[in-house]
């Protein structure tokens, strides 16, 4: 399965991830696009302003909905309530359908409105 996980692009100044780790947008989609980090890593909690696409075949679908709504409890404060839980599910299959669209190793950054290319690696 093809997801998200932290790159280092050159010299970039806002990376606190852990190269590899497999991350979440930082901001919910359909948010205003902002400075700062796209991406956090959903064990570290750490940014990353982008992503590459990997195919991580030990990563089925439901773990990783799992893990993502964990993620968002812990660094957003969201309520474990079954609504956020729905929502949150919906976000984590927007985010891998966005990752399966795209060839891996291709990597990405996200303006709180869209997952785009920026280089192929």
Known sequence: MKVFVAVRVGTE?????????????ARPFQ?????GPGFMGIASGRASRFARVADLGHVGHAPFRSVFFDALVRDTGLEATNDNQRRAMESAEQVLSAADALDEGVIVM????????????
């Open 31 to 35: 948010e205003s696009p902002a400075d």
């Open 13 to 25: 100044e806002l990376f606190d991830g852990v190269e590899g780790e497999l991350v979440r947008p």
């Open 110 to 121: 996200y303006d709180g409105w869209r997952i785009q290319e920026v280089a192929t690696r």
